[in-house]
């Protein structure tokens, strides 16, 4: 899976399985949830050769040396802060004007870490003895090339990723933020990026390890390929009641998932999962932050009024996402488990 464009939702065999309200129709449906005894095992279609074959092929996507390291909405121009990656220590901070700086978390002068300092005149200003660095970097401290793409902060470093720089991070499809709501949810796993990754591409265990939000499960063979997983699930709002969408599943760089609504209610909706490492933990196993950004959007009139409540909106979809990620951190960590056995 990889950069294809999610393809534009057409009648298919799909539609027999789940059915997709038509545009101007009520998207919330009767769609009873089956009972845990009378709910279709997924295990042989869960195929692992063809989990680890589509994970082989995302680790085989370029990252241009790109780590997400923040909410967009994170970073102010008032206080640094701290992130690490792969064990390098940053600082990142926003300027008066909008633009986004990084770099080492290390003050060329005596060692200090910058995240503890202060933003003065769109600098960040060492609290130890007062030296302020900025874009142009100084003697012993060169800043990193970084990147906002409105939802989230990047950071490109070289010498970590090791692999060809390219100007800017792989992005896919968004809808116009200015329609969109968008927000972000942060955890730490005890696993590695591909971890998180191989989670994603399984989505087989969506109505069994996740009953409270999907049923009505199932991957479209006929839709997918190596570059997508097309998949028809029923969102659940009650055990009654759901709403059913198509989602089509890409990697657009193999530390990142994206999630593409593309028919029925939220078509144009995104949900993005980037995996960035940490480094090790205490334990001696790897950390990895998994940083989920979700940027919905609905071509309905009325989302236009409820966009203007993003700020009541945001805690819950981070609460929701964070949820799914409580269950499905418990499969990646579990997962690294077993193949470092």
């Known amino acids: 899976m990889g950069h294809r464009p999610p393809p534009h939702p057409s009648a298919d065999p799909g539609r027999r399985l789940l059915?997709?309200?038509s545009p101007g129709a009520v998207p919330v449906q009767l769609v009873t949830m089956p009972p845990r005894d009378r709910l279709r095992p997924t295990w042989r279609d869960a195929s692992p050769a063809r989990i680890d074959a589509a994970l082989a092929r995302s680790q085989q996507r370029p990252t241009g040396n790109w780590y997400v390291v923040a909410a967009s909405r994170d970073l102010g121009s008032e206080s640094p802060l701290g992130r690490t990656v792969a064990g390098a220590d940053l600082v990142v901070w926003r300027t008066a004007s909008g633009s986004v700086v990084a770099g080492p978390d290390t003050c060329p002068h005596l060692g200090a870490s910058?995240?503890?300092?202060?933003i003065l005149h769109g600098r960040v200003v060492c609290r130890w003895h007062g030296l302020a660095l900025g874009p142009e970097?100084?003697?012993g401290w060169t800043p990193y090339v970084a990147y906002d793409d409105g939802v989230l902060v990047?950071?490109?470093l070289?010498?970590?990723g090791g692999e060809n720089p390219s100007e800017l991070p792989y992005l896919g499809a968004r809808p116009p933020l200015g329609s969109a709501v968008d927000a972000v949810m942060t955890t730490v796993g005890r696993c590695e990026p591909e971890d998180v990754v191989a989670n994603r591409l399984d989505p087989w265990h969506g109505a069994w390890l996740h009953p409270y939000s999907f049923s009505h499960l199932d991957v479209v063979d006929s839709d997918s390929d190596e570059e997508a997983l097309v998949v028809d699930v029923t969102f659940r709002l009650s055990r009654r009641w759901g709403v059913p969408v198509r989602a089509v599943?890409?990697?657009?760089?193999?530390?990142?998932?994206?999630?593409?609504i593309t028919d029925g209610e939220g078509a144009g909706s995104v949900v993005e999962t980037h995996a960035t490492p940490l480094g090790q933990g205490a334990d001696g196993r790897p950390r990895t932050a998994v940083i989920e950004a979700t940027v919905a959007y609905s071509a309905r009139p009325g989302f236009v009024v409820a966009s203007r409540l993003a700020g009541?909106?945001?805690?819950?979809?981070?609460?929701a996402a964070r949820r799914l990620w409580v269950d499905d951190l418990a499969y990646a960590e579990r997962r690294y488990s077993v193949r470092t056995r």
């Open 19 to 21: 059915r997709l309200p």
């Open 114 to 118: 910058l995240c503890t300092g202060e």
């Open 158 to 160: 070289d010498a970590v």
């Open 312 to 319: 009541a909106a945001r805690p819950l979809m981070r609460l």
């Open 154 to 156: 990047w950071v490109r």
């Open 249 to 260: 599943f890409t990697t657009p760089d193999r530390r990142t998932i994206a999630m593409h």
């Open 137 to 139: 970097g100084f003697p």
